[in-house]
């Protein structure tokens, strides 16, 4: 994907006003999702977004742990000035959605078995999470 449809997409999803906005949520975002993900996973994420965005992706902040969901909406929050977690999850879910775009389904599912539970929410993705109902036996 290039550089400017990723952050034209970031830009339209997230509601920003100028591309600086949408680009900043992307670095943000990009950064600590890297430190979240390992290997081929990684590697092949950081394949199919715009090369700014992939070196921001491999070199990632470091995590001395997997962040829930929660934490990693703090952290997010965190990093960017004026930013409340509702604001936060907004410019997650803008980015975190073009990226799995890029992505494909594929890849995705196997970003989402490496990080832990509800980031698919997050993507943009929800996973059905019900157990299948069970019928009784035909007699």
Not at 35 to 62: K, S
Request: zero cysteines; hydrophobic letters at 45%; charged letters at 20%.
């Amino acid at each position: 994907m290039q550089r400017e449809a990723f952050l034209n997409q970031v830009q339209e999803r997230g509601e920003y006003p100028t591309r600086t906005e949408a680009e900043r949520a992307a670095r943000i975002v990009l950064a600590l999702l890297g430190a979240h993900l390992v290997g081929e996973v990684r590697a092949e994420l950081a394949a199919r977004l715009p090369e700014t965005f992939a070196l921001i992706l491999l070199n990632p902040l470091q995590a001395a742990e997997p962040l829930s969901p929660e934490r990693f909406v703090r952290a997010t929050a965190a990093w960017i000035e004026g930013a409340t977690e509702q604001t936060a999850t907004w410019d997650i879910g803008a980015v975190l959605s073009v990226a799995a775009d890029a992505a494909g389904e594929e890849l995705t599912q196997r970003i989402l078995l490496q990080l832990p539970p509800g980031y698919d929410l997050l993507f943009g993705r929800p996973q059905d999470t019900t157990a299948p109902e069970h019928s009784p036996p035909n007699r």
